[in-house]
């Protein structure tokens, strides 16, 4: 199954008092007739659609602009984040490939719009010898 991003919105907090006014990234669901069937199931309660009756998906992290949506061993549905964990965990290790690692992902998760991340130039001074 597949995720479209559709827009923002800030919660309302009705099913989770916690994340009241915080921001969500709202994602319609696409996929077969069996896979949206199981995911409507999966969701129970907390299945949402849209206008049109599309599936909804939210989330309060931004995962991309059309990210894959997966299931778990436990049949929930999660946006697969992967990519991004991925280049998380090799900035960690490389400090030194951040700069690099961050533009290349954000053209992955923003789509080949994305225009590149400015970065802070770094000044090193040598030492004046008297």
Known sequence: MNLKFISTFRSSGKNNIATKGKLRFKYEVTGTKSELADF?????????EGDKGEP???????????????????????????ALDT???LAEQFPFLASELAKDTLKSVMGSSATAV?????????SQGD
């Open 40 to 48: 409507k199931e999966s969701r129970g309660d907390y299945y949402l």
């Open 118 to 126: 400015p970065t802070a130039k770094t000044v090193v001074e040598e």
């Open 87 to 89: 280049a998380n965990s």
């Open 56 to 82: 909804l998906f939210n989330s309060l992290n931004y995962v991309g602009k059309s990210p894959k949506l997966v299931q778990t061993q436990d049949g929930r549905y999660i946006a697969d984040t992967s």
